[in-house]
């Protein structure tokens, strides 16, 4: 990675920010000092983070955190008792802020609707009625097949108001991987809409949530939002029209005092074996994780907007909607692909609406920067001053465009990284440190983060597991009903050890960086090696857009490098091409690392998320059954890739 601060901010930025305003109430002289205090003093770093936000709690509780059950079994706040929708909503309705812009959303079609904190909060609550005239109580699940519109950041409030757990799903799932959430946790209420804009077509929501209804026995009725006014399929009694609804209903719904480890949302992830996992997310240590994280990494503020691209379906959807909202910032949520009608829908978006804040994908911005630099700089992006990313490793490249194109080299990259489970970050850049390129800073506040070897021992230089040795109050309370699959997954390797399947190192100066999943990890003659290692290298040739590497079995090596490349505008795959990237890789990581094939695609699997499933490539390639592929944006993408059995 490169060993350059790009990023230096001024004594006067640093002063400015909440993370250093916080120091400095704390008398805390550096941010080195702080993340080893809010590491090691973890029951001062959260009440000190409920006090700063504030975290509005309906009764105080009486300790910090209870570990006597273990560190996998943590309790936060105990005795205290509050409500997520509360603190997102209901408290910003008491004073001036109840005028205040609490969503900004634009359809893909062009529809542009803004909600004040008032109006979200008298819709919420009549959906919230209805969800209770239909029989939901406490602790019943609700299944969210939504697009990302201001009806399902109403759903999700208002579920968490009355005491109900919400399931954000995918709005581009399938209707069998919609099912399958929907029978994991027993869902009664699916809410659904009558479709979606997606690439110029409507994707059908309701037909798919019939179905997946129709495979879920638990579900008493479908809550149908009308987007499209298209005309959908209809079940009289089961099916209920949001419209119809809500205009019988009170705009008064006091939220529910719920006690600080209750339950408000399932998270799910894809399975690599086909069966997702379900995170359990409860209202005290996910309001106060997630709050914290906008308020200290991105550093919004009440005069912020914040805008990331992302799907209620993915933990950044929950993330943008509690973090923006707790802090009385504004929240900007777009519906459809970014990169239709053209390249430059994003930064389209970002001139019509002024976000101050962008969260992206270092995937999202490879695929934009093939089409040049023209179609940011023909959009005014004065109002963005935090430049931020999530969802997998970058390269440099990529991330230096993103920095000196989209920020012209004035706004930070935040760049951090957590997962669904993990319910927040663990690593994490500040906005008031200098940054060198692909750097996640080091670990978010909080979290007693480190990089193991093998043999469980800190490694500094090389590339190691991502662990965190304490409790932090996002973390997952376990899978929904499979404790024994979550202490397996993540508590076993280590005692005490929360192991994150992620590889990261730390380099000499102490920045942290990603190096890809480690059950991607490619083992090449027992040398080991990320495979955003081997794409930033190939990268790093002009011809190269976009690159996914893989590891396929080799009699001799064990397993070889194959590496598919997407090629930017103007060349044209060759065998001499092909060889020049092959020396791109070896020049930056030796021969050792050279790939075996070079395979040139048109694109690649990647999910709505936009992360690359390598895993998919490699089980097509091998003619193997590529596991849950529900989550992808682009199916098709799998079809140029024919079967190939390497030697093994």
């Known amino acids: 990675m490169p060993g350059k601060c790009v990023w230096i901010p001024t004594p006067e930025y640093v002063r400015q920010t909440r993370v250093w305003q916080f120091m400095h109430r704390h008398g805390i002289p550096d941010r080195e000092t702080l993340i080893k205090r809010a590491s090691t003093d973890i029951a001062w770093f959260w009440d000190a983070v409920v006090a700063e936000l504030p975290i509005a709690f309906f009764s105080p509780y009486e300790r910090v955190l209870d570990d006597s059950r273990g560190i996998a079994q943590t309790r936060w706040f105990v005795g205290g008792t509050l409500n997520v929708a509360h ?58 097949f939504m697009p990302m519109a201001p009806e399902a950041v109403a759903a999700f409030l208002a579920c968490a108001k009355i005491g109900a757990i919400s399931t954000p799903i995918f709005s581009g799932f399938a209707a069998e991987a919609v099912a399958a959430r929907l029978n994991d946790c027993n869902a009664k209420i699916l809410i659904t809409a009558d479709g979606t804009y997606r690439r110029g077509h409507i994707w059908p929501l309701k037909e798919l949530a019939d179905e997946a209804a129709r495979l879920s026995p ?59 996992k379900g995170a359990v997310h ?43 909202l707790a802090l009385g910032g504004t929240v900007m949520l777009y519906e459809g692909a970014p990169d239709f009608p053209g390249p430059d829908r994003v930064w389209a978006l970002v001139e019509r609406h002024r ?72 690593l994490s850049a500040l906005p008031m440190q200098p940054l060198k390129p692909c750097s996640l800073g080091g670990p978010s506040l909080g979290m007693a983060a480190n990089v193991f070897d093998s043999v ?13 040795t304490k409790p932090w109050p996002g973390m997952t309370r376990g899978l929904w009903n499979d404790d024994d699959r979550f202490l397996q997954t993540y508590w076993s390797r280590w005692p005490g050890t929360w192991v994150h399947g992620d590889w990261a190192s730390i380099d000499e100066d102490g920045e942290w960086f990603l190096h890809g999943r480690s059950d991607d990890t490619l083992n090449v003659a027992g040398k080991r090696i990320g495979p955003a290692e081997v794409e930033s290298a190939a990268v790093a040739h002009p011809a190269v857009a976009e ?90 993408a799998l079809d140029e890739i024919t079967p190939d059995h390497p030697s093994r």
């Open 218 to 276: 638990t579900v008493e009725h479908l809550i149908v939002w009308q987007r499209t006014e298209q005309k959908v399929p209809w079940t009289p009694g089961r099916d209920l029209w949001w419209h119809d609804l809500v205009a019988r209903e009170s705009n008064e719904c006091p939220s529910e005092e719920m006690d600080s480890e209750a339950p408000f949302l399932i998270a799910y992830t894809s399975g690599t074996t086909g069966k997702p």
């Open 355 to 426: 976000p101050t804040i962008l969260g992206v994908s270092p995937t999202l911005i490879r695929a934009l920067m093939r089409h040049g630099v023209e179609p940011v700089r023909k959009h005014d992006r004065s109002s963005l001053r935090i430049l931020a990313s999530t969802g997998e490793p970058w390269n440099p490249d990529p991330w230096l465009w993103y920095f000196e194109n989209v920020g012209d080299g004035t706004r930070p990259v935040i760049n951090f990284s957590g997962g669904t489970e993990a319910g927040a970050c663990f």
């Open 282 to 324: 409860v209202h005290g240590g996910f309001l106060v994780k997630i709050a914290q994280e906008v308020a200290f990494q991105v550093d919004m503020r009440k005069e912020d907007t914040l805008f990331w691209i992302t799907d209620l379906g993915w933990i950044m959807g929950p993330w943008e909607i509690v973090g923006g």
């Open 87 to 144: 603190n997102c909503l209901d408290r910003h309705t008491c004073d001036a802020d109840r005028d205040r812009k609490a969503l900004i959303w634009e359809g893909e079609d062009g529809a542009v609707r803004e909600l004040t904190y008032a109006e979200l909060f008298r819709e919420t609550n009549r959906i919230a009625n209805a969800l209770k005239r239909l029989g939901v109580d406490r602790g019943d699940r609700v299944g969210i």
């Open 547 to 636: 690159a996914a590497a893989v590891g396929v079995p080799h009699e001799l090596k064990g397993e070889s490098i194959w590496c598919f490349v997407i090629l930017r505008h103007g060349f044209e795959p060759s065998e001499t091409l092909a060889g020049e990237i092959k020396a791109s890789v070896i020049a930056s990581l030796g021969k050792s690392f050279a790939p075996d094939r070079i395979r040139f695609v048109k694109d690649l699997p990647r999910t709505r998320s936009a992360k690359i499933l390598r895993r998919a490539l490699r089980a097509k390639l091998l003619g193997q059954d590529p596991g849950d592929l529900t989550g992808l944006e682009n199916p098709r």
């Open 456 to 468: 469980g021992q800190r490694i500094v230089g090389g590339v190691g597991e991502l662990v965190c």
